[in-house]
């Protein structure tokens, strides 16, 4: 769970100014908590009520002016006070003997301070405070909402000791298993006949979850009133005091399905998948096996139904595009010499295969930068069953921070903003100047002046306040934590994107809201993005990974919650003035460019836009067509290649860091390396396959993993692309930066930068 903790705040109750309450005061302030006094019980009362003080200091020195500890059971009597701190400030008595705190603590007081003014001791008894007492009444209050969840859950959940005493089930356990909470707590399992007997099945689950590792599967449980019911059942360690297991947490889900040779076969599958949990070396086929003998034992009058839609199924006319290609070539090979029909059977093994447009790496001599960058970024990784669950939850979306004001309009912008935007239009802008000069806020004024430019507003029908609130919303959603993955390299996205809309060709090609899509794409297009890759999220488990099915985790969650946070707050709903057929088309063009940066399909599109798009015009310019103006426009302007013409521009946009000014492809280079280097750390602290084993921290060498990205992806992108769009300067960026690297790696340099001399 993210815990995130507002600035404490501090209510000192002293009747009168003197050295102790001006002490507080001041330590405060340097430690920058917010600080209210009060001066009366009543006050003191009011305040607390209004503002939910973290801690309260009171003057424990002077009965005659109020009673502290009357005060203090008065707010200990109030809601609020339940994860509050209240200190009592008591006098220095050197010549008497030490009284006892017990009054104090039976009053509600946490704790006591023996007066001392020093400001240096109060600041060291506040900072104490905020990593002690605080900090776990803090932690407390969070607590609440998790367990607001339990009891919420629509699953049965139990919590019980190391030695399987229950300490808690939740109302969906007591509604499913027919107990009042008061049977089942302090109980242990033994004495509660809920758990399925056969001793042999309790020995695999307890063998399992003993040495820290989580159970999943099906049994039977008995209810209260005596009936069986299965369920689906997950077992979890906790692991707490000492690095020892001091809990267990089962959650249960009903089985509604009562088939008998049904529940055989999950039963079969649970304990095969309990074998392979726990590292029992078995043959994992052997479960399948008897599935299979269990459905397949069927009658007669079932077999030939079988047979006759199979037969059904080849008779169908599927006349799909790869099909009718498929049956051309088939038809061909009849009437073929032999060399022919075998180079044929050759094609048509090639085309059978799913994957038509990603290349096959040689396995001789293969690189293992390359490997591990294909693997990492091209695959959704290894699977396995696993207890370590990555959490991302799409639920915790961030408002912006009432202190981040940002400017009413373009009029607005500080000068050095304004000086750092000034050649934005070019390619050598330096996206790195504007995240210093905006405190690493650069995509809220360059979204500002780009779609100024584009006269965005105007398309969509909204105000320049709306743009801006929309701005702000985004770039809040954007983790500033991540070295690479935050709203400057959105930022820079947004810069390329801009660049690539404003040459010649592409203006002739895309349409103002081909234009729009392009840009909000390129702004939205890695929101909330968590500085780890799909494969890690697929390995970890993660909730977002388990919500899109593995399937373009990341990319498919970037594109639901743009439009989640535009859409929920009508003042910063960009959309919310359109008419709804250009909405629908928007959306759409907007959501197929985010998925077009998701490197699994990297090949796919870039072969399409070649074959669909560069082929075709320099056939046209070969013919001597190079001034027919018609048929150049049939080629661009179809829907189909202005899709593919968008897909382009923004993956090259997103990936356009090898194409920078040398200073600035290097500082890139750095922090996607450190990104890679964090995620390596945490799968070896978590226990998960390493999807890019090269980027450990301690051997990595940047320079082969940037000459590797070049040279896999990034040099015929780029062909393409320039082939189509004509951009000279990019090229010899591209040209100057893999001679930078390819220098390092012949020295044998693994860092970004040769050692000074």
Known sequence: MRLHQDQ?????????????????????????????????????LECFLDKHHDIIIIDHRHSRYFDAEALCRSIRTTKPSENTVIIGVV???????????????????????????????????????????????????????????????????????????????????????????????????????????????????????????????????????????????????????????????????????????????????AESQTDIQTCRHKDRRKGSLDVRSTTSRGSDGSSQRRHSS???????????????????????????????????????????????????????????????LVGGLMTDGLRRLSGNEYILSAKQTHQVAGS???????????????????????????????????????LVYLGLKIFARFGICEFLNCSESTLRSWLQVIEANYHSSNSYHNSTHSADVLHATAYFLSKERVK?????????????????????????????????????????????????????????????????????????????????????????????KHFEHVNKFVNSINKPLAALEENGNNGDGESIKTVLTSPENRILIKRMLIKCADISNPCRPIEQCIEWAGRISEEYFAQTDEEKRQGLPVVMPVFDRNTCSIPKSQISFIDYFITDMFDAWDAFADLPNLMQHLDNNFKYWKGLDERKLRSLRPPPE
């Open 310 to 372: 199979m037969a059904r199924i080849h008779s169908m006319t599927i006349e799909a595009p790869i099909t009718k290609v498929i049956n051309i070539i088939n038809a061909a090979q009849e009437s073929s010499p032999m060399p022919v029909a075998e180079a044929l059977d050759r094609v048509l093994e090639i085309l059978r295969t799913t994957e038509l447009y990603s290349p096959q790496l040689g396995t001789k001599d293969e690189d293992p930068h390359t490997s591990d």
């Open 404 to 442: 981040l004001i940002s400017p009413i309009s373009l009029n607005d912008i500080p000068p050095r903003i304004t000086q750092a935007m000034e050649n934005e239009e070019h390619w050598d802008f330096d996206i790195f100047e504007l995240e210093a000069a905006t405190h690493k806020r650069p």
């Open 91 to 269: 006098r220095r008595h050197a010549d008497r003997e030490e009284s006892s705190i017990l009054p104090l603590i039976s009053a509600g007081f946490t704790r006591r301070y023996v007066e001392n003014s020093n400001i240096m001791a109060c600041y060291n008894e506040l900072i104490q405070l905020e990593f002690g007492e605080v900090q776990a009444q803090f932690k407390l209050r969070a607590c609440n909402s998790l367990f607001t969840a339990l009891e919420k859950s629509q699953e049965a959940i139990e919590i019980t000791s190391e030695d399987h005493v229950i300490q808690y089930v939740n109302p969906a356990f007591e509604t499913v298993m027919g107990y009042q909470i008061g049977e089942l707590i302090g109980k242990e399992l033994t004495e509660v006949p809920i758990n399925e007997k056969k001793a042999d099945f309790l020995d695999t689950i307890n063998s399992c979850i003993k040495i820290g590792k989580e159970w999943q599967g099906m049994y039977y449980a008995k209810k209260k009133n005596g009936d069986s019911i299965q369920q689906n059942v997950k077992i979890l360690p906790v692991v707490g005091q000492g690095g020892k297991i001091r809990h267990y947490v089962s959650i249960s889900r009903l089985c509604n399905d009562n088939n008998k040779a049904e529940k055989t076969c999950e039963r079969v599958q």
């Open 8 to 44: 404490l705040q501090v209510l000192l109750v002293f009747a009168k100014e003197d050295n102790q309450s001006n002490g507080f005061c001041w330590a405060c302030e340097k430690a920058g908590f917010r600080c209210n006094i009060a001066r009366t019980p009543e006050s003191a």
């Open 508 to 600: 002739q090609t895309l349409d103002p809201i081909d234009e729009v899509a392009a840009l909000i794409a390129a702004t939205v297009h890695d929101v909330d993005h968590p500085g780890r890759t799909n494969s890690f999220l697929c390995n970890a488990g993660s909730e977002l990974a388990i919500l899109y099915n593995d399937t373009a985790v990341l990319e498919s969650h970037h594109a639901a919650l743009a439009f989640q946070l535009t859409t929920r707050d009508d003042k910063c709903n960009i959309f919310k003035n359109m008419e709804r057929n250009e909405y629908r088309t928007l959306r759409q063009a907007i959501i197929d460019m985010v998925l077009a940066t998701e490197m699994t």
